[in-house]
């Protein structure tokens, strides 16, 4: 069993700063993919990065130069750094992880509420 989650949610006026973190914990394979996605209301859920247990790191168009992923593997924690916030940025966000890469077994947490205000 896998668990996933969230925090540091909250609301920011725009052009802010956020990070999110994402504490994992139970049978999480060595070789896996960690990833944060959002889903706004109304909207389906949207990729947003990756990261490889190699270390490999991969990026959304939208947020591409604004958000950066990056892991704590001492405290096995994914963490999304998120600058230069917009208001179209509200959503809930999720992380994942893929047990054996991006074909495995998926878990995903909670979810954490961001809100950008204008």
């Known amino acids: 069993q896998v668990q996933l989650v969230e925090s540091g949610g909250g609301l920011v006026q725009a052009g802010g700063s956020l990070r999110l973190s994402c504490a994992a914990s139970g049978s999480i394979f060595s070789i896996n993919v960690m990833g944060w996605y959002r889903q706004a209301p109304g909207k389906q859920r949207e990729f947003l990065a990756t990261r490889t247990s190699g270390g490999i790191t991969n990026y959304a168009d939208s947020v591409k130069g604004r958000f950066t992923i990056s892991k704590d593997n001492a405290k096995n924690t994914l963490y999304l750094q998120m600058n230069s916030l917009k208001p179209e940025d509200t959503a809930v966000y999720y992380c994942?992880?893929?047990?054996?890469?991006?074909?495995?077994?998926?878990?995903w947490g909670q979810g954490t509420q961001v809100n950008v205000s204008s």
């Open positions: 994942n992880v893929r047990n054996g890469g991006y074909g495995g077994q998926v878990y």
